[in-house]
């Protein structure tokens, strides 16, 4: 599992391991070689010592001749027995601990007798000692030092991708005239990023002005014949149609009413931050609502639904009309579809709406994916193309807006529509 540690933070802790390793490796080296040492020139003096005392003081009867911190036991010797501390080493060099004190034991066997020679080493002690701690403190001081200076690269080496990530984020680099990043970078791996962050967003701006600019001149060229739709309908409307002809002219009329507000809506997701300003927040969610009500109201009736408008709570907000309408407009249209009986509700609310239905409501695993554009429920009805939805997603995201879906295991769907930004 990749780790989420920051990069910098993963650099630093690199760095400071592997400082630990050597130093520790140097550290426990250099412990090892002053045991050796210790032991090898040690176990040479003390032997040289008591082959002194066993060949010329004792042959020649005289006392050992040794210093004050250094004493002579012997297996044969009454006046130099064994203290009993002493008594089960082996042959060779020995270290003894006892309490506070340690010694050096040199036990050397002569015609099965045991000959001891055992040196005090609180002074020898002191200076290994000293020298463990001279090492322990250059250990830690290396591991500090090492975060520090680790600190200190592990920034250095991130910074021109901090500086890359806050350009990327703290520029529209989606506009026309951002100018590129990679000359602002040297030619090694962060001016490579710099640079195939510049083509992918050159191909991404290609991308999108073509969708915009398609988006715009279909929207702008279907306004012709849509008027020339609607025109056509007014006129026939005043001549005499039988019932039928008349419900038929009034399919086309609603049709082209719809077409009309879809070309509408595509026209301003179309425009970009520039234009914006030119759509207005005029309309309220009660005028929309009620709009809705009357026309889709009707619609429902004809098909055998109780349609029902309840307000549950107040709104004083203006909206966008051309967003707001589709919106409520495709979510109302959804629940006619899949509604075969029983009821559909549009319920006001303080901030935003609901449409309720009693369809056969939308599978679990559908619930995810029901925003996608080109996907359509199980029970899909009609000879739409999965897009409503995706459409009424996208104009939330423009508006900052949040749209939910439940719909319990029982059937029926409930889309809430909040204007209120989420924390």
Not at 17 to 36: C, E, K, Q, R, Y
Not at 290 to 306: H, P, Y
């Amino acid at each position: 599992m990749p780790s989420k540690q920051p990069f910098a933070r993963r650099i630093l802790i690199a760095f400071v391991l592997m400082t630990i390793l050597v130093s520790g490796v140097f550290s426990l080296s250099i412990v090892a070689v002053v045991d050796l040492i210790e032991e090898n020139l040690v176990s040479e003096e003390m032997q040289r010592e008591i082959n002194t005392v066993l060949h010329e003081d004792l042959r020649q009867g005289r006392t050992p001749r040794l210093d004050a911190a250094t004493r002579f036991f012997a297996s044969n010797l009454p006046e130099y027995a064994i203290p009993p501390q002493f008594s089960g080493l082996g042959e060779g060099f020995n270290e003894v601990v006892d309490g506070d004190q340690a010694f050096y034991v040199y036990v050397q066997k002569v015609n099965n007798q045991r000959y001891l020679l055992v040196q005090e080493q609180h002074e020898f002690e002191a200076r290994e000692q000293a020298l463990f701690n001279v090492v322990l403190a250059g250990f830690l001081l290396t591991v500090i030092g090492a975060w520090a200076l680790g600190l200190v690269m592990a920034r250095k080496v991130m910074a021109p991708v901090s500086r890359l990530a806050q350009q990327v984020r703290h520029r529209d680099q989606l506009h026309a005239l951002a100018p590129p990043l990679a000359p602002d970078y040297p030619d090694d791996e962060i001016g490579q990023l710099a640079a195939a962050f510049d083509s992918t967003l050159g191909q991404v701006r290609q991308s999108l002005e073509r969708e915009r600019l398609f988006t715009s001149d279909v929207s702008h060229e279907l306004r012709t014949p849509l008027m020339v739709i609607a025109s056509s309908c007014e006129l026939l409307a005043e001549a005499a149609l039988s019932p039928r002809e008349r419900e038929q002219l009034e399919r086309i009329g609603r049709a082209s009413e719809e077409m009309r507000e879809l070309v509408q809506t595509f026209l301003q997701l179309a425009r970009d931050k520039v234009n914006e300003g030119a759509f207005v927040a005029n309309s309220s969610l009660a005028e929309v609502a009620a709009e809705q009500a009357d026309r889709w109201g009707r619609l429902c009736k004809d098909k055998g639904l109780e349609f029902q408008c309840v307000v549950e709570g107040s709104d004083s907000g203006l909206y966008n009309l051309t967003f707001l309408r589709t919106v409520m407009a495709n979510l109302l249209r959804n629940a006619l579809h899949y509604t075969e009986q029983g009821t559909v509700r549009l319920v006001l609310e303080t901030g935003g709406f609901r449409v309720e239905d009693s369809g056969p409501g939308i599978a679990p695993e559908q619930q995810e994916r029901i925003f996608q554009p080109f996907v359509r429920g199980t029970q899909a009805r009609g000879e739409g193309l999965g897009l409503g939805l995706s459409l009424v997603k996208r104009i939330c995201a423009k508006q900052g807006w949040t749209i939910a879906l439940h719909s319990p295991a029982g059937g029926g769907s409930c889309f809430r529509m909040s204007f209120i930004k989420p924390v």
